[in-house]
């Protein structure tokens, strides 16, 4: 099976900062791409940042300079680092990737199961 699970969520005060992290496990032959989305109460899901195999970091205009997306390709897995946060960051926080697995190696896409960031004083 493959997989891709979420961590770090929380509460932090504003301009404090948080890192998530984005696990991808199991039978995986290679991955494609791995990014972040965010949806708010009310709102439409939107990316905040992503990157492509061979490709370079994107971001949203709204997180330049102050998030960014480390990766540890050994573990597979893609970090959010967040900082200087504000409350209109409050969200919840999605992990997405196209990965093709060994056994089967059409891209498939797939979602971890969200981890809530709450920017609150």
């Known amino acids: 099976q493959v997989q891709v699970v979420e961590s770090g969520g929380g509460l932090v005060q504003p301009g404090g900062s948080l890192r998530l992290s984005c696990a991808a496990s199991?039978?995986?032959?290679?991955?494609?791409?791995m990014g972040w989305y965010r949806q708010a109460p009310g709102k439409q899901r939107e990316p905040v940042a992503g990157?492509?195999?061979?490709?370079?970091?994107n971001y949203v205009d709204s997180v330049k300079g102050r998030f960014t997306i480390p990766r540890d390709n050994a573990k597979n897995t893609l970090y959010l680092q967040m900082n200087s946060l504000k409350p209109e960051d409050t969200a919840v926080y999605y992990c997405?990737?196209?990965?093709?697995?060994?056994?089967?190696?059409?891209?498939?896409?797939?979602w971890g199961q969200g981890t809530q960031v709450t920017v609150s004083s």
């Open positions: 990157i492509a195999s061979g490709g370079t970091p």
């Open positions: 997405n990737a196209i990965i093709s697995s060994i056994s089967d190696r059409r891209r498939e896409t797939y």
């Open positions: 199991g039978s995986i032959f290679s991955i494609y791409a």
